[in-house]
């Protein structure tokens, strides 16, 4: 069984940082790319940043130069660090792991959502 568990969001001013965190815990997994989306109000969710195995990232326009992904391998987790936030930034953070459980096809599993709050 697989469960993926996030921390780290919360209220921050404009200009401010947070640290989300997304750990997978569970046995006999593989975990290939690994990423965060967000769901900010009255937009679709988009893609925040991802991260492949071997560790190459890719950022949304909105936040380059601004987040910095990046993975644990050893212990199943991947961190979003989030400097300069923005009002805009606002909204419910997901995490994805692209995982293979035991000796079944890769799969995405999804995080509950953390929610990052950034004040003007």
């Known amino acids: 069984q697989v469960q993926l568990v996030e921390s780290g969001g919360g209220l921050v001013q404009a200009g401010g940082s947070l640290r989300l965190s997304c750990v997978a815990s569970?046995?006999?997994?593989?975990?290939?790319?690994m990423g965060w989306y967000r769901q900010t109000p009255g937009k679709q969710r988009e893609l925040v940043a991802y991260?492949?195995?071997?560790?190459?990232?890719n950022y949304a326009d909105s936040v380059k130069g601004r987040f910095t992904l990046s993975r644990d391998n050893a212990k199943n987790t991947v961190y979003l660090q989030m400097n300069s936030l923005e009002p805009e930034d606002t909204g419910v953070y997901y995490c994805?792991?692209?995982?293979?459980?035991?000796?079944?096809?890769?799969?995405?599993?999804w995080g509950q959502g953390t929610q990052v709050t950034v004040s003007s």
């Open positions: 994805y792991l692209d995982l293979q459980y035991g000796v079944g096809p890769f799969y995405d599993y």
């Open positions: 991260i492949r195995t071997a560790g190459s990232t």
């Open positions: 569970g046995t006999d997994i593989r975990i290939a790319d």
